[in-house]
Each structure stands twice: as C-alpha cells, then as structure tokens.
C-alpha cells in the first residue's frame, strides 16, 4: 500500500502498469486517474525517454517547453517533476510551470536558494 494512495487495498490495486509506459490508479472509494504523458530529458531539450511527448525545447534561464505528442482537452491537468544536478544531492531541483496549454507546458528548474538552475537531469508526469 502507498501512504496517502487510498485505503487498504494490495499494492496492484492501488497503483498499476499497462507495460508501455501507462500507469493508473484508483483511489479508495473509487475515482483515481492516469499519467498520460511523462518525460525524463537533460538540459539542453533532449530525451532520455518519454511517453506521450514529441520534443523539449531548451530556451533560456533554465525554462524548456514540453510539447505533447497530443493536446489534453483543456488545461485542467496536473504535472510534478524533479531533477538532479550532477551527483549533488543537496540541492532539491523544482519544477515549476511559465505557462500550460492544452498542446505544451512551458516549465522553469530552480534549486534551493539558488534560483534558475540548468538540472543534469528532468523527470516532468503528466496526470489528468
């Protein structure tokens, strides 16, 4: 069971893996959703591995765009993400969003206290 995931079901019934690249969950009670796009690239735009995202887009000051391989219907979805600079573990890296539309999210990394901060590696899902 995962803390904070629902209730006292079996770890296959809170979260699942379709096996290419898809996983969903439902939520104690009912209702859950999946994560439908997910990205892990480096810091200059390229991918490492990905489902559901066409290209990254490295701009400037740390901020990339995401572009979807399809759009959401609308841009009530949700992302988390996070990265890591070198083999420094001391510096939490932040994903946080410059913009959301229903085809790119538009995404800034930033370190503790540090402010911008081009990440070795960023991992970005998608969820709605």
């Known amino acids: 069971m995962l803390n904070g995931l629902g209730g006292n079901g079996s770890a296959g ?3 699942q893996s379709d096996g290419d690249g898809t996983f969903s969950w439902t939520a104690n009670g009912g209702g859950g959703g999946s994560v439908q796009k997910w990205v892990s690239f480096n810091n200059g735009g390229g991918i ?3 489902s559901g995202v066409s290209s990254v887009s490295a701009q400037n000051n740390s901020r990339f765009t995401v572009n979807f391989d399809t759009a959401f219907p609308n841009t009530n979805y949700a992302f988390a993400g996070g ?3 070198g083999n420094n573990f001391q510096d939490g890296i932040m994903v946080w969003s410059q913009s959301m539309s229903t085809n790119s999210c538009q995404i800034s990394t930033s370190a503790n206290n540090n402010g911008g901060i081009d ?3 960023i991992t970005v899902i998608f969820v709605q």
């Open 48 to 50: 490492n591995s990905d």
């Open 119 to 121: 990440a070795n590696t």
């Open 13 to 15: 019934e809170v979260l």
């Open 83 to 85: 990265g890591q600079k």
